[in-house]
């Protein structure tokens, strides 16, 4: 039987558990028949071990030592291939609608990894000022053309999908060979940015799909989005997340305003960019899978899943 399910893993602070037992909690609202699969620590294991029945999270499997680290477990997913259609999501997400329709899209895939074909000058660079080193040295070209490509593709790894196991290692093994070669690269670590303490699987992936030539899922798809960055000012929602609706510009450059985090710069920004035709034209859209990777908008999904499971703040 050709069976698609959900793959989630989880390791370090328990509280990470319990996000992808809310993740998992919000997935049930719209799918109760496609199984579930937890790969975590034995700690993380045994506290999911009380809600798996009524999750119905229907694998649980261990996190090998090695693996517990964000590079060491999306690297390696080869390794973990519960089903023979697996949809690897993060634990920061919440599930706003049925998902039956992204599964037929993503049947049309062995492999692929939520993303843009054209990554920003910010993608796995300095966050600050100093990407504009990077800008006037044209850096990007020059990773570009060490690694033998002629595009390089932002990735949004909080969704990856895997149906070929051929593939799904084909590809794991390219990144982590590319991630080897970080000191040929303009990349920085994201151990530099604040609040993070894990190097980063996107932009090793980018550069593995681009030399594979393994299409990606489009990130921003309109109504069809798969996922979308949880932006406080940006996303209208009541408190269980049932019903959500984001701020979508149908043009990517001011879309990509949404990062800039001084809200203030933002609106300046907004203004002045949508002063040309077209440039203003805006959708409401709800996406599958609404993501709270930013570091400072995680507060409302802690708040949800701490009220879920009735838990204090960690």
Known sequence: MNREG?????????????????????IRRYD????????????????????????KITIMDRLADEHSSIVGFKHHIHQYLPFDRNLFLDSDMICCRNPDRLWK??????????????????????K??????????????????RFGIRYLPRIQSGMIYAASAEQTERVCREAQAMLARKHETHFQSRLYERGRALESCEWSFAIAMARLGIPLLPWMNGYESPQMDYIASWVEHDADFQNVQCRYYTDPQVHRLCGVQNESLQHLLLNL?????????????????????????????????EKLWHRKPS
């Open 6 to 26: 959900y793959v989630f893993h989880s390791y370090g602070d328990e509280k990470y558990v319990w996000h992808a037992l809310t993740a998992i909690h919000t």
């Open 32 to 55: 109760v028949t496609r199984p579930v699969a937890l790969i975590a620590s034995e700690s993380h294991l045994a506290e999911a071990a009380k809600h798996a029945s009524e999750l």
């Open 105 to 126: 899209t993503l049947s049309g895939y062995e492999f692929t990894i939520t993303g843009n074909l054209r990554a920003d000058h910010f993608f796995g660079a300095a």
């Open 128 to 145: 600050d000022f100093g990407v504009l080193a990077d800008i006037f040295l044209n850096r990007r070209r020059r990773t570009m053309g």
């Open 273 to 305: 960019h949508t002063i040309w035709p077209g440039k203003s034209d805006v959708m409401s859209v709800c996406p599958y899978w609404l993501h709270f990777g930013w570091m400072h908008q995680k507060k409302p999904f802690y708040e949800f899943s």
